[in-house]
Nanobody
Framework: QVQLVESGGGLVQAGGSLRLSCTAS????????MAWFCQAPGKEREFVAA????????HYADSVRGRFTISRDNAKNTVYLQMNSLKPPDTAVYYC??????????????????WGQGTQVTVSS
């Protein structure tokens, strides 16, 4: 049974930082492309960042490029999202996702096979 468990969310002031973690079990982690998505209240879930199996390729949404960094530690079955210079519009539930048969990094939500339960990030002004 595949499980993705996120942690690290919380309440932070604008300009602050958080690091989200997502630990996977039940899958061959180093075979999975991993990604983070977010969903704000009343909005659709949207792409944030993605990373290839080895971590050699990353891709970011324009809204977070230069502020957020996705990384992974395959020895720990964990993917991270370092979030710096946070802004109130970053407030959302953040989800990690895994894609097992990817040939390249993708931003398409439907391509991802497994999802975590989400962790809330709230940025106050």
């Amino acid at each position: 049974q595949v499980q993705l468990v996120e942690s690290g969310g919380g309440l932070v002031q604008a300009g602050g930082s958080l690091r989200l973690s997502c630990t996977a079990s039940g899958l061959t982690f180093n075979s999975a492309y991993m990604a983070w998505f977010c969903q704000a209240p009343g909005k659709e879930r949207e792409f944030v960042a993605a990373i290839s199996r080895t971590g050699g390729t990353t891709h970011y949404a324009d809204s977070v490029r230069g502020r957020f960094t996705i990384s992974r530690d395959n020895a720990k079955n964990t993917v991270y999202l370092q979030m710096n210079s946070l802004k109130p519009p970053d407030t959302a539930v953040y989800y990690c996702a895994a894609e097992l048969d990817a040939l390249q990094v993708t931003t398409i939500m439907a391509r991802y096979d497994y999802w975590g339960q989400g962790t809330q990030v709230t940025v106050s002004s």
